[in-house]
């Protein structure tokens, strides 16, 4: 029996000695794992931001051509207008106009809100 416990005393000892070599081990690969997380992550937020970026300049240019191609038309009517009646006349057609344009916009674009409020639910 005695020849028994040394082995065991023995097979103890090893493992005690193993067991800071694999901490180190585990930390070290945990380490790497969360350093090539830390990679992906960047490298994705990068291209995510690029391609955001590219977006925003796409619609401002957009937005600036629309408004500029509003102006110019607003200003035609104006002009247009002008020919036949006075000033405050086309002023006031023009901004009735516009005004009338907007709420046909917002009522066709801009949908009713929801009686209950924010749902959680999905749908179906």
């Known amino acids: 029996m005695r020849s028994n416990e040394s082995n065991i005393a023995i ?22 794992i969360v350093a090539a997380e830390a990679r992906l992550v960047e490298s994705n937020m990068v291209r995510a931001a690029n391609t955001l970026l590219d977006r925003v300049y796409i619609a401002s240019i957009v937005m600036v051509l629309a408004a500029a191609g509003v102006v110019s038309l607003v200003s035609s009517l104006i002009l247009l207008l002008h020919h036949w009646m006075g000033w405050w006349q086309v002023l006031g057609i023009v901004g009735i106009l516009a005004i009338a344009l ?9 949908p009713p809100p929801s009686s209950t409020g924010i749902s959680l639910s999905r749908p179906s």
């Open 11 to 32: 097979e103890r000892a090893r493992r005690q000695e193993e067991l800071p070599e694999l901490a180190v081990r585990i930390l070290s690969d945990f380490a790497r």
């Open 102 to 110: 907007a709420e046909v916009l917002r009522r066709t674009l801009i």
